[in-house]
């Protein structure tokens, strides 16, 4: 994505279309953003479920 976004940002800058440049620059943010927030979020879910698992591992060990 990193390569796609600066090779289109290069685009359009050469173009001198400075209001597609804009949207397209804040799109890709929002995608960005987006793709981020839900990686932490799975991480958080997957940190969750371990926890959970070593609780119960623990348990049933004691």
Do not use: I, W
């Not at 173009?15 to 981020?36: H, K, M, P, V």
């Not at 799975?42 to 060990?61: C, F, I, P, Q, Y």
Request: with cysteine; hydrophobic share 35%; glycine share 4%.
């Amino acid at each position: 994505m990193d390569v796609f976004k600066r090779e289109e940002l290069e685009s359009l800058r050469a173009s001198g279309a400075a209001e597609d440049y804009e949207e397209r620059e804040q799109l890709l943010t929002d995608c960005f953003e987006l793709t981020e927030r839900h990686a932490q979020q799975k991480a958080d879910k997957t940190g969750k479920k371990n926890e959970m698992l070593s609780a119960v591992k623990l348990r049933l060990l004691t």
